[in-house]
């Protein structure tokens, strides 16, 4: 298992086109990818659960990761989140 904490920069926090920017990164991977955020844990592979989790822009998360591709995951979910999500 590997984590990393990271902070959502873009305005409109995880809207629905980030959203699944996120998932569709996240789905590329057999390992499992979640998230925590406010002591809630959401599973990134799921636009649905993403959305519900709410996340604002400033509010920062910690990606888990767990499984054979769990690095490369990781590093790509978070590079993603760096990058601004497409915005």
Same mark, same amino acid.
């Given at each position: 298992?590997?984590?990393?904490?990271?902070?959502?920069?873009?305005?409109?926090?995880?809207?629905?086109?980030?959203?699944?920017? &996120?998932?569709?990164?996240?789905? /590329?991977?057999?390992?499992?990818? /979640?998230?925590?955020?406010?002591?809630?844990?959401?599973?990134? /592979?799921?636009?649905?659960?993403?959305?519900?989790?709410?996340? /604002?822009?400033?509010? !920062?998360?910690?990606?888990?990761?767990?499984?054979?591709?769990? !690095?490369?995951?990781?590093?790509?979910?978070?590079? &993603?989140?760096?990058?601004?999500?497409?915005?």
């Amino acid at each position: 298992m590997v984590s990393k904490n990271v902070t959502i920069k873009n305005a409109s926090g995880l809207h629905l086109r980030p959203t699944g920017m &996120l998932c569709n990164e996240a789905m /590329k991977y057999q390992c499992s990818v /979640k998230f925590t955020s406010r002591n809630n844990v959401t599973n990134a /592979k799921s636009v649905l659960s993403v959305l519900g989790a709410c996340i /604002k822009c400033g509010d !920062e998360i910690e990606f888990v990761c767990e499984g054979a591709d769990e !690095e490369e995951a990781l590093a790509a979910m978070v590079r &993603l989140v760096e990058s601004g999500l497409g915005e």
